[in-house]
């Protein structure tokens, strides 16, 4: 007898086909949308704040840049210092030294209203 070669063959294969969602798993998809949309709204407003924050950051270094960088170019800058201002009534003169260092800052011919000398009190 000779053999016969069968004519089909089956095997267990798996293949994407369309499937119908029930009416409980369309339920669960929408909460689950909903979670995702409500988490989307969340971080997108993390996002602003972060992009705000960093922002800020941002203008304050430029604006000390700029603020260090007009110093440099100025190659000065005004600050306080004690002084003491020195009228001399006989040469009419206004006199400013600085206290940190002596040195004169400012000499002038006094104003009209600066002759008037004041009244010592006993």
């Not at 909903?34 to 941002?58: D, T």
């Not at 040469?91 to 940190?100: A, E, G, K, M």
Request: negative net charge.
């Amino acid at each position: 007898m000779a053999n016969k070669q069968q004519s089909t063959e089956t095997t267990k294969i798996s293949r994407s086909l369309k499937y119908e969602f029930t009416r409980d798993e369309l339920l669960a998809l929408s909460e689950t949308m909903a979670e995702a949309h409500e988490e989307q709204a969340q971080a997108e407003g993390k996002l602003k704040s972060v992009q705000a924050q960093i922002k800020a950051e941002v203008e304050l270094a430029r604006a000390k840049l700029a603020s260090v960088a007009s110093k440099i170019k100025a190659r000065h800058e005004y600050r306080e210092f004690d002084c003491e201002e020195t009228r001399d009534f006989e040469n009419s003169l206004v006199t400013v030294v600085r206290l940190d260092t002596f040195e004169t800052v400012e000499s002038r011919p006094m104003q009209p209203w600066e002759r008037q000398q004041s009244l010592g009190t006993a």
